[in-house]
């Protein structure tokens, strides 16, 4: 294979070309209360070639991978319509390599019977549980294998597992819905999602809880993220802004994410990273064949670097961070998040709660979005701090704002830092793209809280 | 595709190929220039079939050994749920219009000159503005055969023209952008210019808000973001079945205002969202949602039709895997009440445009609650400048369920939504304070 990509790849008149091959199989199980809604299988098999010609883009994607060639020069000719000026391109080393995917109980070679016993018992807690109207539970696991090819040399194959699973309770009563999800994911460990039936049961029954819990009153407040909504956090207020394809061509935009700028306190240091192993978002390779990196984003509360693909590091004069991923052959590679996560501090969770009147604890995650300047995101799970305690649980909360304010806003990080890997990021139409978020519990002051 | 069929029918009851194919080629401007051309095209292959009563299901993209794929299927039948429908025999459907052969007249360089001028047009007007744009064209052909003697086959053109716009100054963000979507080529700009602009025109000054309940105005953006994603939910009839909609037993009652009427319609001539039948050989339909308050039907597939006692509404539509109740486009009818009219009876008010996040909310109660990335104040019946900072919550039951106002003009938001304004007496706004 190697050496007939590299002859396909010879002999053009472009800056750089690369070629990218996927073969895919997708075991997906849904449940929709007691229905086994949908047990299938998906194959496939695709690839897309990616030109550049005088810093001009052409992208050809298909299904059948014959006469990759003519694919070849039409990339090429579409890059050469567009291109009018110097390409400018992160120099790297070009690397030869196969990447065996690590895994410790492999959760395609789970029997299908297996899945679902599991699955059944988890179904089955859910709706035993008394007020819970229904359930849905998404199971899907997925095995790749992406050839990739460059102009320069670089031949590289991965081969890479990944496993999701939500669960959602829907309690109901007197015409009122709620709904409490729990969302998990590995890159490769089935037991990653077995033994959870205390869990899911204690999900059901705060699910039941909140048909009766108060809506939170609309308004600023004093509010403590647990370590899933703070990670989530740290992704939609700070991961998505530090994406230097925002950046590099938005001059105005450089100016406000300048390196040195301080965006938080000497305590907050905020990083992104493939290289950390055995996470949701990490490889070796991003899909440019750069090798993954660990990225300081904000060291002591001070904007230190941000993240790229060869293209946004070189025109801003930065070094590449292996962030460059494509969710599929379908998607050229886009400047992408890996594992994001505030590093812990040292404040427990007590001593945070301890000194607030009157503020809101929010955990566990139900979405998240972003505009660059704003975020919002919301909450699965919200209980009311009064005199330093805990105090009532309240219906989910969506809480926003500015991400220049809020992370001068955050006034304690804890020391119990987690990562939560059920999370999919989306950018543009690439979604969902395995990714993990973490963080220790922090607090932050004046969050704007929406109201019901 | 008559091979897998064959292949299938020998081992079970009852079978079904869905084919796909697709080509498009989106031209992207990006930071005001061109950036990128791309051409991809795709073809899959999906087989359900229905052995001991049961439903097994496999899909393939690019090529796939007939056997193989058959194989894939049998593995699954037996732990899926029992299919509770047959395969529909027909094969005659009326003919909408979604082909429009001119599609592959347009040249490459015809979309990139319309996305130029597109840009121009907004810098003219904005010169600081950063624009990202698509212009998109492409073509889709499904052909559907079963055991039963059922096949449909058509073909679909589209056309795309979307703009996203950032302003910036210092630490503040204005995004406004719209787009246009059709199954005939979209000669001129002007449309989304027009919009865009109006948008920069009432967005140039920033003015504050304060923490209260008043009066909203939705616009169609603003409804297709706030409003649309819990109804569509709650007319799912998978939702209703699984007892999970609101409106599960409102069928006939009077829920809405009187003034508010929504239905599906995937008969539209030249929508990209119409078709002759859906993915699994229902003809396509006009089905009323809400007529004048008053629930009236909601959204289904075979099988959930089959389970809930009644008929598929055609909106059986694969996102992926098996068949699943989709909306088609949406149509909200429109009032007599002029927007301008609207503003001028708000002593204090805002109107939403685009609102962020609203879908993380509850859905299935209704709820929303989102940030107003794009919105303005009403201040004495004139609109006075842009909101910042600031976060909307309520539950769509409770706003439409009393309407001051529905607005006289309507227009498509993204293609698969039509509206007019929405006014609203009273909603939660909540801001910064200072
Ligand atoms: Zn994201």
Redesign the pocket.
């Known amino acids: 294979m190697r050496d007939e990509l590299a002859d396909v790849l010879k002999g053009h008149n472009a800056d750089y070309v690369e070629i990218r091959l996927e073969e895919s199989q997708i075991t997906r199980i849904i449940y929709r209360g007691e229905r086994l809604e949908e047990v299938g299988t998906t194959s496939s098999v695709g690839g897309n070639v990616r030109a550049l010609v005088k810093d001009g883009w052409g992208f050809v994607s298909f299904n059948h991978a014959d006469k990759l060639r003519d694919k070849v020069e039409l990339a090429i000719k579409q890059a050469r319509l567009v291109g009018k000026e110097d390409s400018k391109f992160s120099q790297i080393e070009p690397v030869v390599d196969i990447v065996i995917a690590k895994t410790k109980r492999n959760p395609t070679t789970v029997p299908l019977a297996s899945k679902k016993q599991l699955l059944d018992e988890y179904n089955d807690i859910i709706l035993s549980t008394p007020k819970i109207q229904t359930s849905n539970i998404g199971y899907h696991d997925s095995r790749r294998k992406i050839t990739f090819a460059n102009s320069e040399g670089t031949y590289i194959e991965q081969n890479k597992l990944d496993l999701n699973l939500r669960l959602t309770a829907i309690a109901t009563e007197d015409g009122q819905v709620q709904q409490i999800g729990l969302s998990l994911g590995s890159q490769g460990d089935f037991s990653a999602i077995e033994g959870l039936q205390d869990q899911v049961r204690e999900m059901a029954q705060r699910a039941v809880r909140l048909l009766s819990a108060p809506h939170a009153k609309g308004g600023e407040y004093t509010v403590v993220l647990d370590p899933v909504l703070a990670g989530v956090f740290a ?2 207020a700070f ?2 802004l530090s994406e230097s394809d925002f950046v590099y061509e938005n001059q105005r935009l450089c100016d406000i994410m300048v390196l040195g700028r301080r965006f938080g306190d000497e305590h907050l240091n905020i990083v992104d990273g493939a290289a950390v192993p055995g996470l949701r978002g990490s490889y070796k390779y991003d899909d440019e064949g750069v090798p993954a990196a660990k990225t300081y984003l904000i060291r002591e509360g001070i904007l230190e670097s941000r993240l790229h693909s060869r293209e946004t590091a070189a025109k801003m004069g930065e070094m590449p961070t292996g962030n460059a991923r494509a969710l599929n052959y379908v998607f050229p590679p886009i400047v992408r ?1 890996t594992n994001t996560f505030i590093e812990p501090g040292s404040v427990s969770l007590e001593d945070m709660l301890s000194d607030i009147k009157e503020g809101i604890y929010a955990k566990d995650w139900y979405g998240g979005t972003t505009s660059l300047e704003m975020f919002t995101f919301s909450a699965a799970e919200a209980y009311m701090i009064r005199n330093g305690k805990l105090a009532e649980l309240l219906r989910p909360v969506v809480l926003s704002g500015n991400v220049f304010v809020t992370l001068n806003n955050i006034n304690a990080i804890g020391n119990d830092l987690q990562m939560s890997q059920g999370g999919g ?3 543009g139409q690439q979604v969902p793209l395995p ?1 993990s978020n973490g963080s220790p519990h922090i607090r932050i002051r004046r969050c704007l809280i929406g109201g019901g | 595709m008559e091979e897998i069929l064959s292949r299938a029918k020998k081992v079970t009851e009852q079978a079904e190929v869905f084919q796909i194919s697709s080509k498009r080629t989106p031209v992207h401007f990006q930071a005001n220039r061109l950036k990128q051309i791309q051409t991809k095209e795709s073809a899959s292959t999906a087989l359900r079939l229905i052995k001991g009563g049961k439903i097994g299901f496999s899909q393939a993209s690019g090529f796939i050994e007939p056997e193989t794929l058959v194989n894939m299927a049998m593995e699954t039948y037996q732990f899926s749920m029992p299919a509770k429908f047959n395969f529909p025999s027909s094969n005659v459907y009326s003919q909408i219009d979604i082909f429009d052969p001119q599609i592959d007249e347009v040249t490459i360089d015809d979309m990139v000159e319309l996305g130029e001028k597109l840009i121009t047009a907004m810098r003219q007007h904005t010169p600081d503005i950063l624009c990202e744009a698509s212009v998109t064209k492409g073509i889709i052909s499904v052909h559907i055969i079963n055991s039963e003697g059922g096949e449909a086959s058509y073909g679909k053109s589209f056309f795309d023209l979307s703009l996203e716009g950032v302003l910036i100054q210092n630490d503040d963000m204005l995004f406004v952008g719209d787009s246009q979507s059709s199954c005939r080529p979209i000669f001129n700009f002007k449309t989304v210019a027009k919009e865009v602009t109006r948008q920069l025109e009432l967005a140039k000054k920033i003015v504050s808000i304060s923490t209260k309940s008043m009066p909203v105005i939705f616009t169609p953006r603003g409804v297709a973001s706030a409003l649309m994603a819990p109804l569509v939910s709650a007319f799912n009839g998978k939702i209703v079945l699984d007892g999970a909609s609101p409106l599960k037993d409102k069928r006939g009652e009077k829920v809405f205002d009187e003034n508010f009427s929504l239905w599906d319609d995937a008969t539209l001539p030249y929508q990209i969202a119409s078709c002759p039948c859906d993915d699994e050989e229902v003809p396509s339909q006009r089905t009323p949602l809400i007529d004048h308050g008053v629930v009236s039907q909601f959204l289904y597939d075979l099988q959930t039709a089959a389970l809930a006692n009644t008929q598929s509404t055609g909106n059986g539509s694969r996102h992926g895997g098996l068949p699943t109740p989709s909306p088609s486009s949406l149509i909200i009818g429109e009032g007599d009440v002029p927007f301008r009219d609207m503003v001028k009876d708000i002593k204090q008010g805002l109107i939403i445009d685009q609102l962020m996040g609203a879908e993380q909310g509850n859905l299935l109660n209704g709820d929303f609650s989102g940030n107003v990335l794009l919105g303005y104040k009403v201040e004495g019946g004139e609109i006075v400048g842009r909101v910042k900072d600031t976060m909307v919550s309520g539950n769509v039951y409770q706003v439409l369920k009393q309407l001051e106002a529905v607005g006289q003009e309507t227009r498509w938001v993204g293609g698969l939504l039509r509206t007019p304004c929405l006014y609203c007496p009273s909603l939660s706004v909540a801001t910064k304070a200072g």
Do not use: A, F, N
């Open positions: 992704h939609e991961g998505h998040m990021c989306g950018k990714v």
